[in-house]
């Protein structure tokens, strides 16, 4: 028997084609958005994760010496940059940065290339819609007594807020003006950076000139009428350190509430170790005043040797023949030495130091 063989027409071809092609745009989407969405998803837990590893820091920094100041963890390529590094399991983001502020709060913003997920200071939850073309970290709380917190808009100081102010370091001279007091603005130069510490010097004398120590001061701080004369009549001894000067600079800026107050320690190899509590400021120390000499602020707002004031002390002794003299900032761009009961000619300059 002959059997009648027959195979798919074209119609019935193209039929199953269009079924086909509506079962794949159904399909396609569907399986595009599982696959988006456990990449999220283990995106977030990577977040999650290296939010995590940054609390765990903090909490391993408070068994040992806690946190003096915020520290930031960058990762380039899939790998943490430089020495700060966290403990984290699985796979890091292609690129971001993390930060764990020294009162415990962390921050995130990471970015897989595709997406970018970030986290405030203050926030309990990630933000995984952020714009991938601007995934940086978030701006936190500014902390009040923080350089970035005093920092103002001024024209001796045009950005309100330097980028040094909150992270890398901040140059010699960058130009600060800094609400001391509530509408108290002073300007300052940034004589260092170290640890996020920020030491800053005022642009000018404060106040009138005033003696290293006067023979008042000595005598009060244990000196003996037969020291003060040591070198001459009436020549002071700088042994028991810049009393007089260092008394007029904080009733100057005692009201400088904006600047919390600490315990400053000066040493000298002439007068020891000092400490001077609950002041806002100090003096510049001679080690400093020779390393930045070169930089003209160090020196302007003075005479010109004849007028007042042509130099400001600084916290330093002089140990010249009977230790008679303290150093000072002069004029001319130098550091020099004068006898300390000098009041008619030096003053002092506030040097404030501030944390990130």
């Given at each position: 028997m002959?059997q009648?063989?027959?195979g798919f027409?074209l ?13 794949a ?6 399986i595009?958005n599982i696959i988006?969405s456990?990449?999220k998803?283990?995106?977030?837990d990577t ?5 995590s ?6 909490a ?5 010496n806690g946190?003096?100041?915020?520290v930031?963890?960058t990762i380039?390529?899939?790998e ?7 403990e984290v399991?699985?796979a ?9 502020t020294r009162?415990?709060k962390v921050?995130?913003a990471i ?8 986290k405030?200071?203050?926030d309990s ?6 714009d991938?073309d601007?995934?940086e970290l978030?701006v936190?709380e500014?902390q ?6 005093l920092?103002r808009?001024?024209?001796?100081s045009?950005?309100v807020?330097?980028a ?7 140059a ?6 800094i609400?001391v007091?509530?509408g108290n603005?002073q ?9 996020n510490?920020?030491?800053?010097l005022?642009e000018?004398?404060?106040g009138?000139t005033v ?14 009428e037969s020291?003060w004369?040591?070198?001459c ?10 009393i007089t000067?260092l008394?007029?600079l904080?009733?100057q800026?005692?009201?400088w509430?904006n600047i919390?107050a600490k315990?400053f ?12 509590p609950?002041?806002r400021?100090r ?5 400093e005043a020779d390393e930045f000499?070169?930089n003209s ?6 005479g010109?040797?004849?007028?007042t004031p042509?130099?400001y ?5 002089f140990?010249?023949v009977?230790?008679d003299?303290g ?6 761009g130098?550091?020099?030495?004068g ?10 300059r506030?040097v ?5």
């Open positions: 002959k009648n063989k027959r027409t119609i019935e071809l193209l039929a199953v084609i269009v079924i086909l092609a509506i079962i745009l159904i399909a396609v989407p569907v595009m988006t456990a990449r998803s283990a995106f977030e977040a999650y994760g290296l939010i590893a940054g609390e765990m820091y903090y391993q920094a408070l068994l040992e946190m003096t100041s915020d930031e963890f380039e390529d899939g943490f940059v430089g020495t700060n590094k966290l399991k699985g890091l983001p292609s690129s971001g940065s993390i930060k764990v009162d415990g921050a995130i970015s897989n290339g595709a997406m970018c997920i970030t405030g200071y203050d939850k990630i933000d995984s819609e952020s991938i601007n995934c978030p936190g500014l009040p007594g923080t350089l970035a917190y920092a808009k001024t024209t001796f045009e950005n807020v330097n040094c102010a909150t992270t890398g370091t901040c010699v001279g960058t130009k600060f003006a609400e007091a509530p603005i300007n300052f130069y940034v004589v260092s950076d170290v640890d510490k920020v030491t800053l005022m000018k004398n404060i009138e003696a290293w120590i006067n023979k008042s001061d000595y005598i009060t701080s244990g000196g003996t020291g004369n040591a070198e009549t009436g020549c002071g001894n700088p042994i028991n350190g810049p000067a008394n007029y904080e009733s800026t005692s009201s509430t919390a315990d320690t000066l040493t000298d190899s002439v007068y020891g170790t000092m400490t001077r609950n002041a400021a003096m510049l120390t001679k080690t000499i070169s602020w160090l020196y302007n707002d003075l010109d040797g004849l007028s042509s130099g002390w600084t916290s330093s002794a140990a010249g009977g230790n003299g150093w000072y900032v002069y004029y001319d130098s550091v020099n030495s006898f300390s009961y000098y009041a008619d000619r030096y003053g002092v506030p404030i130091e501030l944390s990130k």
